[in-house]
Protein backbone atom coordinates (compact mmCIF):
# COMPACT_ATOMS: atom_id res chain seq x y z
CA UNK A 1 0.00 0.00 0.00
CA UNK A 2 2.81 2.46 1.13
CA UNK A 3 4.87 1.74 -2.22
CA UNK A 4 2.34 1.49 -4.30
CA UNK A 5 1.13 5.30 -2.69
CA UNK A 6 4.74 6.72 -3.35
CA UNK A 7 4.56 5.52 -7.04
CA UNK A 8 1.76 7.30 -7.72
CA UNK A 9 3.10 10.07 -5.70
CA UNK A 10 6.15 10.20 -7.28
CA UNK A 11 4.35 9.85 -11.34
CA UNK A 12 2.36 12.81 -10.02
CA UNK A 13 5.50 14.88 -9.47
CA UNK A 14 6.67 14.07 -12.74
CA UNK A 15 3.67 15.26 -14.14
CA UNK A 16 3.25 18.37 -11.84
CA UNK A 17 6.67 19.40 -13.33
CA UNK A 18 6.66 18.40 -16.99
CA UNK A 19 2.85 20.75 -16.88
CA UNK A 20 4.79 23.57 -14.78
CA UNK A 21 6.88 24.32 -17.78
CA UNK A 22 4.36 24.90 -20.18
CA UNK A 23 3.09 28.48 -20.62
CA UNK A 24 0.79 27.57 -17.94
CA UNK A 25 2.55 29.81 -15.66
CA UNK A 26 1.20 27.71 -12.62
CA UNK A 27 3.69 25.77 -10.59
CA UNK A 28 2.14 23.32 -8.31
CA UNK A 29 3.85 21.93 -5.38
CA UNK A 30 2.03 18.69 -3.09
CA UNK A 31 3.91 19.28 0.47
CA UNK A 32 2.64 16.29 1.80
CA UNK A 33 1.43 13.01 0.83
CA UNK A 34 -1.71 12.98 -1.58
CA UNK A 35 -2.35 8.76 -1.18
CA UNK A 36 -5.80 9.32 -0.26
CA UNK A 37 -6.68 11.62 -2.91
CA UNK A 38 -9.07 10.28 -5.68
CA UNK A 39 -8.15 8.98 -8.94
CA UNK A 40 -9.26 10.10 -11.96
CA UNK A 41 -8.09 9.93 -15.21
CA UNK A 42 -9.27 13.15 -17.55
CA UNK A 43 -8.39 12.13 -21.48
CA UNK A 44 -7.33 14.89 -23.58
CA UNK A 45 -10.52 15.98 -25.48
CA UNK A 46 -11.26 15.25 -29.39
CA UNK A 47 -10.70 18.07 -31.61
CA UNK A 48 -13.51 18.89 -34.52
CA UNK A 49 -12.38 21.88 -36.12
CA UNK A 50 -9.53 23.39 -38.05
CA UNK A 51 -6.05 23.16 -37.32
CA UNK A 52 -4.87 22.49 -33.73
CA UNK A 53 -7.09 23.00 -30.57
CA UNK A 54 -7.62 26.51 -29.25
CA UNK A 55 -7.64 25.55 -25.77
CA UNK A 56 -6.38 22.10 -24.08
CA UNK A 57 -9.29 21.94 -22.23
CA UNK A 58 -8.72 18.68 -20.70
CA UNK A 59 -5.14 19.60 -19.23
CA UNK A 60 -7.12 22.95 -17.71
CA UNK A 61 -9.37 20.75 -15.67
CA UNK A 62 -6.61 17.76 -14.60
CA UNK A 63 -4.53 21.07 -13.24
CA UNK A 64 -7.99 22.59 -11.35
CA UNK A 65 -8.61 19.12 -9.90
CA UNK A 66 -5.02 18.76 -8.81
CA UNK A 67 -4.91 22.04 -7.48
CA UNK A 68 -7.99 20.93 -4.77
CA UNK A 69 -5.89 18.70 -3.10
CA UNK A 70 -8.91 16.20 -3.05
CA UNK A 71 -8.50 14.79 -6.61
CA UNK A 72 -5.38 13.12 -8.10
CA UNK A 73 -5.24 13.18 -12.27
CA UNK A 74 -3.55 10.55 -14.12
CA UNK A 75 -0.77 11.33 -15.95
CA UNK A 76 -1.42 11.78 -19.77
CA UNK A 77 1.42 9.37 -20.23
CA UNK A 78 0.26 6.51 -18.21
CA UNK A 79 -3.32 6.40 -20.30
CA UNK A 80 -3.32 3.63 -22.24
CA UNK A 81 -5.97 4.49 -24.68
CA UNK A 82 -7.77 7.68 -25.40
CA UNK A 83 -11.13 7.38 -26.16
CA UNK A 84 -13.42 10.53 -26.73
CA UNK A 85 -16.91 8.27 -26.87
CA UNK A 86 -18.51 6.50 -24.34
CA UNK A 87 -18.65 3.16 -26.62
CA UNK A 88 -14.65 3.19 -26.61
CA UNK A 89 -14.18 2.91 -23.38
CA UNK A 90 -12.28 -0.41 -22.17
CA UNK A 91 -13.54 -0.22 -18.68
CA UNK A 92 -10.70 -2.47 -17.30
CA UNK A 93 -7.63 -0.89 -18.69
CA UNK A 94 -9.08 2.09 -16.67
CA UNK A 95 -9.51 -0.68 -13.43
CA UNK A 96 -6.40 -1.65 -14.03
CA UNK A 97 -4.72 1.89 -14.05
CA UNK A 98 -6.82 2.31 -10.73
CA UNK A 99 -9.00 5.08 -11.62
CA UNK A 100 -11.96 5.40 -9.67
CA UNK A 101 -13.44 8.37 -12.01
CA UNK A 102 -12.94 9.10 -15.89
CA UNK A 103 -13.82 11.79 -17.92
CA UNK A 104 -13.68 12.17 -21.59
CA UNK A 105 -14.89 14.84 -24.17
CA UNK A 106 -14.45 16.52 -27.50
CA UNK A 107 -14.44 20.20 -28.31
CA UNK A 108 -15.96 21.39 -31.70
CA UNK A 109 -15.95 24.30 -34.04
CA UNK A 110 -19.34 24.60 -34.78
CA UNK A 111 -19.12 27.92 -36.68
CA UNK A 112 -17.17 31.43 -36.24
CA UNK A 113 -15.64 31.85 -32.82
CA UNK A 114 -18.35 29.01 -31.86
CA UNK A 115 -17.28 26.09 -29.53
CA UNK A 116 -19.15 23.42 -28.69
CA UNK A 117 -17.28 21.06 -25.54
CA UNK A 118 -19.19 17.73 -24.65
CA UNK A 119 -18.09 15.46 -21.53
CA UNK A 120 -19.07 12.64 -19.61
CA UNK A 121 -17.77 11.80 -16.24
CA UNK A 122 -17.90 7.68 -15.20
CA UNK A 123 -17.69 6.13 -12.38
CA UNK A 124 -15.08 3.39 -13.65
CA UNK A 125 -15.99 0.07 -11.15
CA UNK A 126 -19.68 0.38 -11.88
CA UNK A 127 -18.83 1.64 -15.56
CA UNK A 128 -21.58 3.74 -14.87
CA UNK A 129 -22.40 7.60 -16.66
CA UNK A 130 -21.98 10.22 -13.85
CA UNK A 131 -22.72 13.12 -15.72
CA UNK A 132 -22.93 14.22 -19.34
CA UNK A 133 -23.02 17.79 -20.22
CA UNK A 134 -22.75 19.81 -23.77
CA UNK A 135 -21.50 23.52 -23.46
CA UNK A 136 -21.45 26.35 -25.74
CA UNK A 137 -18.73 28.84 -25.70
CA UNK A 138 -16.84 31.74 -27.78
CA UNK A 139 -13.09 31.39 -28.14
CA UNK A 140 -12.04 33.92 -25.63
CA UNK A 141 -14.59 31.73 -22.92
CA UNK A 142 -13.00 28.02 -23.62
CA UNK A 143 -10.57 28.56 -20.50
CA UNK A 144 -13.87 29.27 -18.56
CA UNK A 145 -15.74 26.67 -19.80
CA UNK A 146 -12.80 24.55 -18.73
CA UNK A 147 -13.21 25.31 -15.20
CA UNK A 148 -16.71 25.07 -15.36
CA UNK A 149 -16.42 21.50 -16.43
CA UNK A 150 -13.71 21.23 -13.80
CA UNK A 151 -16.63 22.73 -11.35
CA UNK A 152 -19.02 20.19 -12.24
CA UNK A 153 -16.63 17.04 -11.93
CA UNK A 154 -16.00 18.12 -8.10
CA UNK A 155 -19.27 18.82 -7.60
CA UNK A 156 -20.32 15.65 -8.75
CA UNK A 157 -17.62 13.72 -6.75
CA UNK A 158 -17.22 15.43 -3.28
CA UNK A 159 -20.32 17.02 -2.93
CA UNK A 160 -19.20 20.41 -2.64
CA UNK A 161 -19.22 23.22 -5.37
CA UNK A 162 -16.31 23.38 -7.14
CA UNK A 163 -14.56 27.00 -7.13
CA UNK A 164 -12.90 26.74 -10.37
CA UNK A 165 -14.69 29.31 -12.68
CA UNK A 166 -14.76 31.97 -9.79
CA UNK A 167 -11.84 34.90 -10.45
CA UNK A 168 -8.95 36.86 -8.21
CA UNK A 169 -8.22 40.61 -7.32
CA UNK A 170 -4.94 41.29 -6.44
CA UNK A 171 -2.00 44.13 -6.41
CA UNK A 172 0.85 44.36 -8.54
CA UNK A 173 4.01 47.08 -8.04
CA UNK A 174 6.08 47.25 -10.80
CA UNK A 175 9.09 49.54 -12.02
CA UNK A 176 7.95 51.42 -14.92
CA UNK A 177 10.61 53.90 -16.24
CA UNK A 178 12.24 54.71 -13.06
CA UNK A 179 8.78 54.80 -11.13
CA UNK A 180 6.34 52.12 -9.24
CA UNK A 181 3.41 51.39 -10.96
CA UNK A 182 0.63 49.90 -8.97
CA UNK A 183 -1.68 47.76 -10.57
CA UNK A 184 -5.23 46.40 -9.13
CA UNK A 185 -6.10 43.35 -11.39
CA UNK A 186 -8.78 40.76 -11.90
CA UNK A 187 -7.55 37.37 -13.00
CA UNK A 188 -9.44 33.43 -13.45
CA UNK A 189 -8.91 31.62 -10.55
CA UNK A 190 -5.92 30.02 -11.63
CA UNK A 191 -4.23 33.43 -12.08
CA UNK A 192 -4.69 33.45 -16.36
CA UNK A 193 -6.29 36.11 -18.00
CA UNK A 194 -5.49 39.40 -15.88
CA UNK A 195 -6.94 42.64 -16.77
CA UNK A 196 -5.97 45.73 -15.02
CA UNK A 197 -8.74 47.82 -13.51
CA UNK A 198 -6.67 50.21 -11.54
CA UNK A 199 -3.47 51.63 -12.11
CA UNK A 200 -2.18 54.13 -9.80
CA UNK A 201 1.48 55.99 -9.39
CA UNK A 202 0.82 55.68 -6.05
CA UNK A 203 -0.44 52.90 -3.45
CA UNK A 204 -3.48 50.82 -4.05
CA UNK A 205 -4.52 48.76 -1.33
CA UNK A 206 -6.93 46.02 0.24
CA UNK A 207 -9.30 45.00 -2.57
CA UNK A 208 -12.55 43.41 -1.30
CA UNK A 209 -15.37 41.69 -3.78
CA UNK A 210 -18.57 42.83 -2.91
CA UNK A 211 -21.36 39.63 -2.25
CA UNK A 212 -22.44 39.55 -5.56
CA UNK A 213 -18.94 39.62 -7.27
CA UNK A 214 -19.85 42.90 -9.69
CA UNK A 215 -18.26 45.56 -7.41
CA UNK A 216 -14.61 45.95 -5.93
CA UNK A 217 -13.78 48.33 -2.78
CA UNK A 218 -10.33 48.93 -2.44
CA UNK A 219 -7.96 51.79 -1.06
CA UNK A 220 -6.30 54.06 -3.19
CA UNK A 221 -3.20 56.76 -2.34
CA UNK A 222 -3.64 58.66 -5.60
CA UNK A 223 -4.07 61.90 -4.01
CA UNK A 224 -1.17 61.37 -2.09
CA UNK A 225 -3.60 60.63 0.69
CA UNK A 226 -5.94 57.51 1.43
CA UNK A 227 -9.56 56.90 0.49
CA UNK A 228 -11.53 54.20 -0.07
CA UNK A 229 -13.07 53.49 -3.60
CA UNK A 230 -15.97 51.17 -4.56
CA UNK A 231 -15.82 50.19 -8.48
CA UNK A 232 -18.49 48.40 -10.74
CA UNK A 233 -16.19 45.65 -12.26
CA UNK A 234 -18.20 46.22 -15.68
CA UNK A 235 -18.44 49.80 -16.63
CA UNK A 236 -15.00 51.06 -14.56
CA UNK A 237 -17.06 53.63 -12.60
CA UNK A 238 -16.34 54.39 -8.91
CA UNK A 239 -17.48 56.19 -5.88
CA UNK A 240 -15.91 57.54 -3.60
CA UNK A 241 -16.81 56.20 -0.02
CA UNK A 242 -14.71 57.54 2.15
CA UNK A 243 -12.08 60.23 2.35
CA UNK A 244 -11.77 61.72 5.54
CA UNK A 245 -8.34 62.85 7.08
CA UNK A 246 -6.01 59.94 8.62
CA UNK A 247 -6.28 56.55 7.83
CA UNK A 248 -9.18 55.38 5.03
CA UNK A 249 -8.72 51.55 4.88
CA UNK A 250 -9.72 47.80 5.26
CA UNK A 251 -12.71 48.25 3.44
CA UNK A 252 -14.82 44.53 4.06
CA UNK A 253 -18.50 44.31 3.17
CA UNK A 254 -21.31 43.03 5.13
CA UNK A 255 -22.89 39.53 3.47
CA UNK A 256 -25.74 41.34 1.80
CA UNK A 257 -23.50 43.79 0.94
CA UNK A 258 -25.43 47.09 2.36
CA UNK A 259 -22.13 48.02 4.96
CA UNK A 260 -18.97 48.65 4.92
CA UNK A 261 -16.73 47.85 8.07
CA UNK A 262 -13.53 50.64 7.44
CA UNK A 263 -10.71 51.54 9.61
CA UNK A 264 -10.60 55.39 10.15
CA UNK A 265 -8.47 57.58 11.87
CA UNK A 266 -10.60 60.50 11.98
CA UNK A 267 -11.30 60.61 15.47
CA UNK A 268 -7.42 59.73 16.98
CA UNK A 269 -6.66 56.22 16.83
CA UNK A 270 -7.38 54.11 13.78
CA UNK A 271 -11.33 52.17 15.12
CA UNK A 272 -13.76 50.22 12.98
CA UNK A 273 -16.36 52.12 11.55
CA UNK A 274 -19.45 50.72 9.47
CA UNK A 275 -20.83 53.11 6.70
CA UNK A 276 -24.38 52.14 5.75
CA UNK A 277 -23.55 52.47 1.84
CA UNK A 278 -27.07 53.90 0.82
CA UNK A 279 -27.56 56.26 3.23
CA UNK A 280 -23.67 57.04 3.81
CA UNK A 281 -24.54 57.03 7.49
CA UNK A 282 -21.16 56.40 9.69
CA UNK A 283 -21.13 54.18 12.73
CA UNK A 284 -18.45 54.10 15.11
CA UNK A 285 -17.84 50.34 16.46
CA UNK A 286 -14.66 50.70 18.57
CA UNK A 287 -13.22 53.20 20.76
CA UNK A 288 -9.98 52.66 21.76
CA UNK A 289 -6.59 54.45 22.44
CA UNK A 290 -4.75 51.56 20.34
CA UNK A 291 -4.86 50.69 16.88
CA UNK A 292 -8.03 48.83 15.40
CA UNK A 293 -7.89 47.75 11.65
CA UNK A 294 -8.64 45.07 9.52
CA UNK A 295 -12.47 44.24 9.95
CA UNK A 296 -14.17 41.30 8.57
CA UNK A 297 -17.14 39.71 8.87
CA UNK A 298 -18.46 36.41 9.71
CA UNK A 299 -21.02 34.72 7.64
CA UNK A 300 -23.83 35.61 9.09
CA UNK A 301 -23.64 38.75 9.28
CA UNK A 302 -23.93 39.09 12.94
CA UNK A 303 -20.10 39.70 14.13
CA UNK A 304 -17.00 41.40 12.66
CA UNK A 305 -13.49 40.20 13.76
CA UNK A 306 -10.66 42.99 13.84
CA UNK A 307 -7.03 43.25 14.85
CA UNK A 308 -6.34 45.70 17.61
CA UNK A 309 -2.83 46.26 20.03
CA UNK A 310 -4.77 47.13 22.55
CA UNK A 311 -3.31 44.13 24.75
CA UNK A 312 0.05 45.41 24.10
CA UNK A 313 0.57 42.79 20.96
CA UNK A 314 -1.40 42.78 18.00
CA UNK A 315 -4.34 40.28 18.76
CA UNK A 316 -7.69 39.16 16.54
CA UNK A 317 -10.57 40.18 18.49
CA UNK A 318 -14.32 39.55 18.16
CA UNK A 319 -17.43 42.43 18.53
CA UNK A 320 -21.38 42.05 17.27
CA UNK A 321 -21.73 44.06 14.24
CA UNK A 322 -24.11 46.36 15.82
CA UNK A 323 -21.91 47.33 18.67
CA UNK A 324 -21.19 46.30 22.11
CA UNK A 325 -17.83 44.92 23.99
CA UNK A 326 -14.85 43.47 22.02
CA UNK A 327 -13.84 40.18 23.14
CA UNK A 328 -10.29 38.85 22.47
CA UNK A 329 -10.16 35.35 20.04
CA UNK A 330 -6.20 35.21 19.84
CA UNK A 331 -3.83 33.48 22.79
CA UNK A 332 -1.05 31.66 20.88
CA UNK A 333 1.93 33.97 19.90
CA UNK A 334 2.76 37.23 19.75
CA UNK A 335 1.12 38.21 16.56
CA UNK A 336 -2.23 37.70 15.25
CA UNK A 337 -3.41 39.72 12.81
CA UNK A 338 -5.50 40.12 9.17
CA UNK A 339 -8.58 37.37 10.37
CA UNK A 340 -11.14 36.23 7.75
CA UNK A 341 -14.00 34.17 8.48
CA UNK A 342 -14.13 30.56 6.93
CA UNK A 343 -17.20 30.39 4.53
CA UNK A 344 -19.13 28.28 7.57
CA UNK A 345 -18.27 30.57 10.31
CA UNK A 346 -16.56 28.23 12.01
CA UNK A 347 -12.62 29.10 11.61
CA UNK A 348 -11.00 32.07 10.95
CA UNK A 349 -7.18 32.43 8.62
CA UNK A 350 -5.08 34.78 9.27
CA UNK A 351 -1.51 35.77 9.90
CA UNK A 352 0.36 34.23 12.94
CA UNK A 353 3.70 35.82 13.45
CA UNK A 354 6.39 33.90 15.61
CA UNK A 355 8.92 31.86 13.18
CA UNK A 356 8.12 34.51 10.48
CA UNK A 357 4.76 35.14 9.35
CA UNK A 358 3.01 32.37 8.24
CA UNK A 359 -1.39 31.69 7.75
CA UNK A 360 -2.76 29.86 10.11
CA UNK A 361 -6.31 28.55 10.66
CA UNK A 362 -7.83 29.56 14.43
CA UNK A 363 -10.75 26.79 15.24
CA UNK A 364 -13.33 29.08 17.01
CA UNK A 365 -15.29 25.99 19.09
CA UNK A 366 -12.20 24.83 20.73
CA UNK A 367 -9.34 27.75 20.06
CA UNK A 368 -6.88 25.14 18.25
CA UNK A 369 -5.05 27.45 15.79
CA UNK A 370 -2.93 25.09 13.34
CA UNK A 371 -0.20 26.68 10.98
CA UNK A 372 -1.06 25.98 7.12
CA UNK A 373 2.62 27.97 5.20
CA UNK A 374 5.95 28.16 6.00
CA UNK A 375 6.35 31.73 5.76
CA UNK A 376 8.32 33.40 6.02
CA UNK A 377 6.35 36.06 4.62
CA UNK A 378 3.06 35.30 4.31
CA UNK A 379 -0.21 37.41 3.95
CA UNK A 380 -3.75 38.52 3.19
CA UNK A 381 -5.60 34.87 3.25
CA UNK A 382 -8.76 34.94 1.52
CA UNK A 383 -11.13 31.45 1.03
CA UNK A 384 -11.89 30.17 -2.04
CA UNK A 385 -15.75 30.85 -1.97
CA UNK A 386 -16.45 26.95 -1.31
CA UNK A 387 -14.25 26.99 1.35
CA UNK A 388 -11.79 24.34 -0.12
CA UNK A 389 -8.29 26.52 -0.19
CA UNK A 390 -6.98 29.60 1.04
CA UNK A 391 -5.37 32.20 -1.54
CA UNK A 392 -2.27 34.03 0.13
CA UNK A 393 0.16 36.56 -0.38
CA UNK A 394 3.96 35.11 -0.20
CA UNK A 395 7.16 35.93 -0.99
CA UNK A 396 9.56 33.52 -3.42
CA UNK A 397 12.99 34.43 -4.60
CA UNK A 398 12.56 37.95 -3.16
CA UNK A 399 9.16 38.61 -5.30
CA UNK A 400 6.15 39.46 -4.04
CA UNK A 401 3.75 36.50 -5.41
CA UNK A 402 0.42 34.50 -4.59
CA UNK A 403 -0.03 30.43 -3.41
CA UNK A 404 -2.96 28.86 -2.46
CA UNK A 405 -3.30 26.28 0.55
CA UNK A 406 -5.88 23.44 0.81
CA UNK A 407 -7.55 24.48 4.37
CA UNK A 408 -6.05 20.92 5.65
CA UNK A 409 -2.77 22.17 4.42
CA UNK A 410 -2.02 19.53 2.28
CA UNK A 411 -1.30 20.83 -1.16
CA UNK A 412 0.17 24.39 -1.80
CA UNK A 413 0.57 25.34 -5.12
CA UNK A 414 1.87 28.73 -6.40
CA UNK A 415 0.40 31.08 -9.26
CA UNK A 416 3.22 32.76 -10.81
CA UNK A 417 2.41 36.22 -12.21
CA UNK A 418 3.82 37.96 -15.00
CA UNK A 419 6.03 40.31 -13.19
CA UNK A 420 6.68 42.93 -10.45
CA UNK A 421 5.58 42.13 -7.19
CA UNK A 422 2.09 40.50 -6.41
CA UNK A 423 0.16 41.15 -3.12
CA UNK A 424 -3.00 41.47 -1.58
CA UNK A 425 -5.35 38.83 -3.15
CA UNK A 426 -8.89 38.47 -2.57
CA UNK A 427 -11.04 35.43 -3.49
CA UNK A 428 -14.22 36.53 -5.67
CA UNK A 429 -17.55 34.62 -4.60
CA UNK A 430 -19.01 32.09 -7.16
CA UNK B 1 2.80 51.22 22.15
CA UNK B 2 -0.76 51.87 24.03
CA UNK B 3 0.33 54.11 25.87
CA UNK B 4 2.14 55.94 23.31
CA UNK B 5 -0.99 56.14 21.53
CA UNK B 6 -2.50 57.37 24.85
CA UNK B 7 -0.66 60.16 24.84
CA UNK B 8 -1.11 61.16 21.31
CA UNK B 9 -4.81 61.40 22.25
CA UNK B 10 -4.11 64.15 25.19
CA UNK B 11 -2.68 66.14 22.31
CA UNK B 12 -5.41 67.66 20.22
CA UNK B 13 -4.82 65.00 17.23
CA UNK B 14 -3.71 66.64 14.17
CA UNK B 15 -5.38 64.52 11.24
CA UNK B 16 -6.76 66.52 8.61
CA UNK B 17 -4.73 68.82 8.51
CA UNK B 18 -5.44 69.28 4.94
CA UNK B 19 -5.89 72.98 4.88
CA UNK B 20 -3.24 74.96 5.43
CA UNK B 21 -4.43 78.42 5.75
CA UNK B 22 -4.35 80.94 2.86
CA UNK B 23 -0.56 81.71 2.28
CA UNK B 24 1.18 84.39 0.26
CA UNK B 25 2.24 83.47 -3.30
CA UNK B 26 5.58 82.95 -2.30
CA UNK B 27 4.35 80.50 0.19
CA UNK B 28 2.58 78.47 -2.23
CA UNK B 29 5.35 78.06 -4.84
CA UNK B 30 7.82 77.29 -2.16
CA UNK B 31 5.21 74.72 -1.49
CA UNK B 32 5.21 73.48 -4.92
CA UNK B 33 8.58 73.80 -5.44
CA UNK B 34 9.07 71.60 -2.21
CA UNK B 35 7.11 68.64 -2.71
CA UNK B 36 8.15 68.39 -6.37
CA UNK B 37 11.58 67.83 -4.93
CA UNK B 38 10.17 65.69 -2.26
CA UNK B 39 8.98 63.71 -5.02
CA UNK B 40 11.76 63.31 -7.38
CA UNK B 41 14.07 62.42 -4.02
CA UNK B 42 11.49 59.35 -3.37
CA UNK B 43 11.73 58.25 -6.93
CA UNK B 44 15.06 58.49 -6.90
CA UNK B 45 15.61 56.45 -4.20
CA UNK B 46 13.67 53.66 -5.24
CA UNK B 47 15.30 53.53 -8.31
CA UNK B 48 18.51 53.07 -6.74
CA UNK B 49 17.45 50.23 -4.56
CA UNK B 50 19.32 51.64 -1.69
CA UNK B 51 18.69 53.34 1.59
CA UNK B 52 18.56 56.52 3.01
CA UNK B 53 21.43 58.10 1.67
CA UNK B 54 19.47 60.11 -1.38
CA UNK B 55 17.37 61.81 1.36
CA UNK B 56 19.70 64.91 1.14
CA UNK B 57 19.28 68.50 1.74
CA UNK B 58 17.66 69.50 -1.40
CA UNK B 59 14.91 72.29 -0.92
CA UNK B 60 16.65 73.66 2.69
CA UNK B 61 20.70 74.37 2.00
CA UNK B 62 21.95 74.81 5.48
CA UNK B 63 22.75 78.61 4.98
CA UNK B 64 18.88 79.09 4.99
CA UNK B 65 19.02 76.73 8.11
CA UNK B 66 21.03 79.48 9.88
CA UNK B 67 18.83 82.04 9.30
CA UNK B 68 16.13 80.69 12.03
CA UNK B 69 18.60 82.76 14.43
CA UNK B 70 17.87 80.48 17.35
CA UNK B 71 19.89 77.97 15.85
CA UNK B 72 22.94 76.38 17.77
CA UNK B 73 26.19 75.51 15.76
CA UNK B 74 25.07 71.84 14.87
CA UNK B 75 20.88 73.34 13.88
CA UNK B 76 22.27 72.60 10.43
CA UNK B 77 23.47 68.74 10.88
CA UNK B 78 20.35 68.00 12.81
CA UNK B 79 18.40 69.63 9.95
CA UNK B 80 19.88 67.65 7.03
CA UNK B 81 18.54 64.61 8.90
CA UNK B 82 14.63 64.32 7.48
CA UNK B 83 14.40 60.86 8.29
CA UNK B 84 14.16 59.21 11.65
CA UNK B 85 14.17 55.34 12.61
CA UNK B 86 12.05 53.48 14.37
CA UNK B 87 12.34 50.29 16.50
CA UNK B 88 10.33 46.66 15.29
CA UNK B 89 6.61 47.77 16.16
CA UNK B 90 7.22 50.81 18.12
CA UNK B 91 6.08 54.32 17.55
CA UNK B 92 8.00 55.93 20.15
CA UNK B 93 10.91 58.25 18.66
CA UNK B 94 14.42 57.57 19.68
CA UNK B 95 15.68 59.17 22.73
CA UNK B 96 18.62 60.59 20.35
CA UNK B 97 16.10 61.58 17.60
CA UNK B 98 14.49 64.23 19.89
CA UNK B 99 16.97 66.85 18.97
CA UNK B 100 16.63 66.11 15.36
CA UNK B 101 12.89 67.37 15.89
CA UNK B 102 13.85 69.86 17.92
CA UNK B 103 15.83 71.30 15.17
CA UNK B 104 12.75 70.88 12.34
CA UNK B 105 10.81 72.77 14.89
CA UNK B 106 12.97 75.49 15.57
CA UNK B 107 13.05 75.89 11.53
CA UNK B 108 9.29 76.04 11.16
CA UNK B 109 9.34 78.58 13.88
CA UNK B 110 11.43 80.63 11.84
CA UNK B 111 9.26 79.98 8.55
CA UNK B 112 6.10 80.33 9.73
CA UNK B 113 5.21 80.12 5.95
CA UNK B 114 5.98 76.57 5.55
CA UNK B 115 4.13 73.85 6.26
CA UNK B 116 5.51 70.00 6.99
CA UNK B 117 4.42 66.59 6.09
CA UNK B 118 5.17 63.54 8.03
CA UNK B 119 5.34 60.58 6.39
CA UNK B 120 5.09 56.99 8.33
CA UNK B 121 6.39 54.31 7.17
CA UNK B 122 6.97 50.36 8.08
CA UNK B 123 8.94 47.55 7.34
CA UNK B 124 7.01 44.52 5.31
CA UNK B 125 6.62 42.10 8.01
CA UNK B 126 2.92 41.65 9.05
CA UNK B 127 -0.31 43.26 8.02
CA UNK B 128 -0.67 45.75 5.42
CA UNK B 129 -3.36 47.33 7.42
CA UNK B 130 -1.75 46.94 10.68
CA UNK B 131 1.37 48.66 9.69
CA UNK B 132 -0.84 51.36 7.86
CA UNK B 133 -1.93 52.27 11.12
CA UNK B 134 1.86 51.47 12.92
CA UNK B 135 3.15 54.25 10.07
CA UNK B 136 0.48 56.46 11.44
CA UNK B 137 1.23 56.24 15.07
CA UNK B 138 5.02 56.60 14.21
CA UNK B 139 4.01 59.96 12.22
CA UNK B 140 1.91 61.30 14.78
CA UNK B 141 4.38 60.53 17.65
CA UNK B 142 7.10 63.09 15.54
CA UNK B 143 3.99 65.78 15.11
CA UNK B 144 3.22 65.61 19.05
CA UNK B 145 6.98 66.47 19.45
CA UNK B 146 6.82 69.13 16.80
CA UNK B 147 3.69 69.98 18.52
CA UNK B 148 5.36 70.17 21.96
CA UNK B 149 8.01 72.24 20.60
CA UNK B 150 6.01 74.78 19.73
CA UNK B 151 4.57 74.38 16.03
CA UNK B 152 1.21 74.99 15.30
CA UNK B 153 -1.00 71.58 14.07
CA UNK B 154 -2.22 72.80 11.32
CA UNK B 155 1.20 73.36 9.85
CA UNK B 156 2.12 69.89 10.43
CA UNK B 157 -0.05 66.91 7.94
CA UNK B 158 0.48 62.90 8.68
CA UNK B 159 0.10 60.85 6.39
CA UNK B 160 0.84 56.86 6.64
CA UNK B 161 2.08 54.74 3.95
CA UNK B 162 3.04 51.46 6.06
CA UNK B 163 5.38 48.89 4.24
CA UNK B 164 4.25 50.42 0.63
CA UNK B 165 6.59 52.79 0.25
CA UNK B 166 9.71 50.61 1.06
CA UNK B 167 12.99 52.78 1.19
CA UNK B 168 15.31 49.68 0.98
CA UNK B 169 14.36 46.40 -0.50
CA UNK B 170 15.95 44.13 0.77
CA UNK B 171 14.07 41.30 2.61
CA UNK B 172 16.61 41.55 6.04
CA UNK B 173 17.33 43.32 9.49
CA UNK B 174 19.26 45.63 7.57
CA UNK B 175 16.57 46.36 4.94
CA UNK B 176 13.98 46.30 7.80
CA UNK B 177 15.98 48.71 9.92
CA UNK B 178 15.86 51.66 6.80
CA UNK B 179 11.94 51.02 5.85
CA UNK B 180 11.19 51.61 9.84
CA UNK B 181 10.99 55.14 9.40
CA UNK B 182 9.47 58.53 9.67
CA UNK B 183 9.93 61.22 6.51
CA UNK B 184 9.98 65.11 7.25
CA UNK B 185 9.05 66.61 3.96
CA UNK B 186 8.59 69.76 4.06
CA UNK B 187 5.81 71.63 1.40
CA UNK B 188 2.64 69.98 1.07
Redesign the interface.
Known amino acids: MFVSAYRIFSVLLLWLAFSGASRGELVIEITRGVADAIPIAVVPFAWGGRGASPVDVARVVQQDLARSGRLKPLPEQDMLTRPSGPDAIQWRAWRALGQDYLVIGQLNEVGTDQYEAQFFLFDVYKGEQLAGYRLASRGRELRHTAHRIADIIYEKITGEPGAFATRIAYITVSREGGRRIHRLQIADADGFNPRTVVVSPEPLMSPAWSPDGKSIAYVSFERRRSAIYVQTLATGKRVKIADFPGINGSPAWSPDGRHLAVTLSKDGSPDIYVINLASRRLKRLTRSFAIDTEPAWSPDGKRIVFTSDRGGSPQIYTIPANGGKPRRLTFEGGYNARATFSRDGRKLALVHGGKGYRIALLELSSGTLSILTPGPLDESPSFAPNGSMILYATQIDGRGQLAAVSVDGRVRQQLATPEGDVREPAWSPF | ??RV??S??LVA?L????TFGGGGREAADTEAAAGQAAADAT??G??AGEGATVYEVQTLGTGEAGEGGQAGPDQAGLLARRILYFDF?SAQVRPADIPVVQAHARYLMAHPQLVVTLEGHTD???????N???G??RAKSVAKLLELSGVAHRRIR?????E??PLAL??DEAAWQKNRRVEIVYGG
Not at chain 2, 15 to 18: N, R, S
Not at chain 2, 124 to 130: F, H, P, T, V
Request: include cysteine; proline fraction near 0%.
Open positions: MTMLLMITGCETRLADERGSREYIALEAVISYGEKGH
